[in-house]
C-alpha cells in the first residue's frame, strides 16, 4: 500500500503569511494527488486535483506543485476564513487510494 | 445543485450489521463514480470503498474487506454500504462523495455525514 507522509501536522501563521504543507508518498504516484481543506464541523472541499490544478471557484491563493513523491500545497497569503484542517490523498484508481494525516492550520 | 444526502446511521452493537444510504440528486448520477470516505471522532480522513459508474470496477479499504459492501442503484440515484461484522473501531461519520469522472478517485462533492457509533 502506498503511505502518504503529511508535515507539518499542525502549524500557526499570522495573516497575509505564506504557508507551505508538504506531502510524501512511499512511491511514485505521478500527479495522482488532490488537495482538500475542512472546516471544523464541515466536509471537506476539494481545492486541488493532479497535483496543481486549482478546482473551479477556488481562490488563486491556493496552488499546488509536484509529481512523483513530493508534493507541496501553498496558501500564498493565509487568510482567516482559510483556518482549517488540510488533507492530501493519492490515488491510484478508485479502488487504491489514501490520505495523509491532515495538516490543522491556525492563526497566530 | 449538488446533494447528497446521507442516511442510516445510528448506534449498533458489535458484531451487528448496518446500512448506509445515499441519495444524490443535482447531476446525472449514473455518469459518475462514487465513495464512502470516514471520519473517526477527533481523527482524520479514511476512504472507505468505492463504486464506478456502472458497479464495474468496486475497491475497499483493507480495514473493511470482507466486511463492507458497497453498491448502487443507478434508477434511484442512490448509493449504499452494507456494513457487517461492526467493530467499536469502525465508528465514525460516514460521507458519502461524487467522483470527478465515471472512474474517478477524486471527489469534488461530499453530503454531509451519518454518524455511525459501534459499541455495546
Known amino acids: 500500500d502506498i503511505q502518504m507522509t503529511q508535515s507539518p501536522s499542525s502549524l500557526s501563521a499570522s495573516v497575509g503569511d505564506r504557508v507551505t504543507i508538504t506531502c510524501q508518498a512511499s512511491?511514485?504516484?505521478?500527479?495522482?494527488l488532490n488537495w482538500y481543506q475542512q472546516k471544523p464541523g464541515k466536509a471537506p472541499k476539494l481545492l486541488i486535483y493532479?497535483?496543481?490544478n486549482l478546482e473551479t471557484g477556488v481562490p488563486s491563493r491556493f496552488s499546488g506543485s509536484g509529481s512523483g513523491t513530493d508534493f507541496t500545497f501553498t496558501i500564498s497569503s493565509l487568510q482567516p476564513e482559510d483556518i482549517a484542517t488540510y488533507y492530501c490523498?493519492?490515488?491510484?484508481?478508485?479502488?487504491?487510494?489514501?490520505f495523509g494525516g491532515g495538516t490543522k492550520v491556525e492563526i497566530k | 445543485e449538488v446533494q447528497l444526502v446521507e442516511s442510516g446511521g445510528g448506534l449498533v452493537q458489535p458484531g451487528r450489521s448496518l446500512r448506509l444510504s445515499c441519495a444524490a440528486s443535482?447531476?446525472?448520477?449514473?455518469?459518475?463514480?462514487m465513495h464512502w470516505v470516514r471520519q473517526a471522532p477527533g481523527k482524520g480522513l479514511e476512504w472507505v470503498s468505492g463504486?464506478?459508474?456502472?458497479?464495474?470496477?468496486?475497491g475497499y479499504a483493507d480495514s473493511v474487506k470482507g466486511r463492507f459492501t458497497i453498491s448502487r442503484d443507478n434508477a434511484k440515484n442512490s448509493l449504499y454500504l452494507q456494513m457487517n461484522s461492526l467493530r467499536a473501531e469502525d465508528t465514525a461519520l460516514y460521507y458519502c462523495?461524487?467522483?470527478?469522472?465515471?472512474?474517478?478517485?477524486?471527489?469534488?462533492?461530499w453530503g454531509q455525514g451519518t454518524l455511525v457509533t459501534v459499541s455495546s
Open positions: 443535482g447531476f446525472t448520477f449514473d455518469d459518475y463514480a
Open positions: 462523495a461524487k467522483g470527478y469522472n465515471w472512474n474517478s478517485a477524486t471527489f469534488d462533492y
Open positions: 463504486i464506478s459508474w456502472n458497479s464495474g470496477s468496486i
Open positions: 490523498q493519492q490515488y491510484d484508481n478508485l479502488r487504491v487510494l489514501t
Open positions: 512511491q511514485d504516484i505521478s500527479n495522482y
Open positions: 493532479d497535483a496543481s
